[in-house]
């Protein structure tokens, strides 16, 4: 009888464990984007933007943390060859700290782990959200992993600058609580946030990675991918962006990608980290968030991240991180 009870009990713990995995592949998702501006962008306007103090990268608030991130910060298994829209599958251990995340029964974004108790992640993932399901440590939606963690949670911290019109200051942090032990790593670790005199770095015509959960294609017939996708890109100066987007479009707290005719974020790809990896440390740096695309195609078409490094004042505050020099 004890048997029976206990394989009965087991069975109804398997259909709760694959109700929570296939509640992740159900929600609504939705397509962050601008259209792109109507009016020719003259180059004289694009010298000024660029030439504009105003519109050099630069940091927001003095950071007060005090808790530097873990020394396994950063690291992954594998090492990419050169070379979402155009994706390839990742595999665990390779982007440990990327998190997809059901919000409310509305949509579904993706974010980046920089500590057992924040996930950092787009502002236009949080707005307006009661509750984020948060899945770490995995590569597959539609199984359950053995390193995974799904985790709750109901609060979040926006940008106090955030404008839902614009995107402009489109960031947010959202506390969690993250098992980091010697089980979990390293299939769950957090990824460096860049170093204090990073601040003034443009990040320019670097090969980055960006890996989220996002629509393989344009006219995709499904939402979302099932597996984690990563593709590397070309970052460009911001000129690009600007000529696309307009001057009142896009902003110093911005990163732009090239166009390319296969490989782009897309839709549902909101929140996910562009990182670079640090060829002497072999690390890799959140540089940017996804923020947003044009409205027309995610392919050949640029990409708009949050710059990383303009924050770091403020994640600093709320995170009580210590920011590297």
Known sequence: MAVKFAYFL?????????????TLRELKKRNVAKPISLQTITEAEIKAYMDNPANKPKLDFKPTGRYPQTNRAGLSEYHLAPQILG???ASQKQFPWVAYMACDDRWL????????DWILTAGNC?????????????????????????????????????????FENDIALIPVNLTFNDYYYPYIRPICLPKLSQTSNTFTKVSAVIAGYGNLADDSATDGSRFMQYVTLRTVNNAVCVANFGVSQFYSTNICTSPHPTK???HNDEGAPLMYRDPETGRYTVI????????YSCANRPAAYTRVSSFLGWISQVTNLAIRP
């Open 264 to 266: 782009a974020p897309c």
């Open 288 to 295: 940017g968030i996804y923020s947003f695309g044009s409205i």
């Open 126 to 166: 949080v707005y307006d959200i009661n509750e984020f399901e948060i899945y770490v440590g995995g590569v597959d939606l539609d199984v359950e992993e053995k390193f995974e963690q799904i985790v709750f949670a109901d609060n979040y911290y926006l940008h106090p600058n955030y404008s839902q019109i614009t």
């Open 10 to 22: 087991l069975l109804i713990i398997i259909s709760i464990l694959r109700s929570e995995q296939q």
């Open 109 to 116: 974004c993706s974010g980046a782990v920089i500590s057992a």
């Open 87 to 89: 994706g390839t599958n």
